[in-house]
């Protein structure tokens, strides 16, 4: 069974920082993905990685994924934090190769961490 382990979340203040991290227990080259769940809140795609990175229209220009191939961890660098950031943020595995693009759609994943909390607040 692949396993995800997020790390990294906390309590921050608006405009700054934090990075997460996602370790994965298979070294190997897969699509992976964050989500987030604010409260009250849908689940969301935040970014996703693949071919290329994408965002969402939320985050673009402030969050930046990341992955370490050697090792199979993913981060996700999250800058100019925002209160509306605040939420359960996941990472998750899509099976696939590494090289096709990724999507932010949850539903085609097929492996999820337990999240970490993120609060943004002054």
């Known amino acids: 069974q692949l396993q995800l382990v997020e790390s990294g979340g906390g309590l921050v203040q608006p405009g700054g920082s934090l990075r997460l991290s996602c370790e994965v227990s298979e070294v190997d080259y897969y699509i992976t993905g964050w989500f987030r769940r604010a409260p009250g809140k849908e689940r969301e795609g935040v970014s996703c990685i693949g071919s290329s990175t994408k965002y969402a229209d939320s985050v673009m220009g402030r969050f930046s994924m990341s992955r370490d191939n050697a090792k199979g961890t993913v981060y996700l660098q999250m800058n100019s934090l925002k209160p509306e950031d605040t939420g359960v943020y996941y990472c998750?595995?899509?099976?696939?190769?590494?090289?096709?693009?990724?999507?932010?759609?949850?539903?085609?994943?097929?492996?999820w961490g337990r999240g970490t909390q993120v609060t943004v607040s002054s």
């Open positions: 998750a595995v899509e099976k696939g190769p590494y090289t096709a693009s990724c999507t932010l759609l949850s539903e085609v994943y097929d492996y």
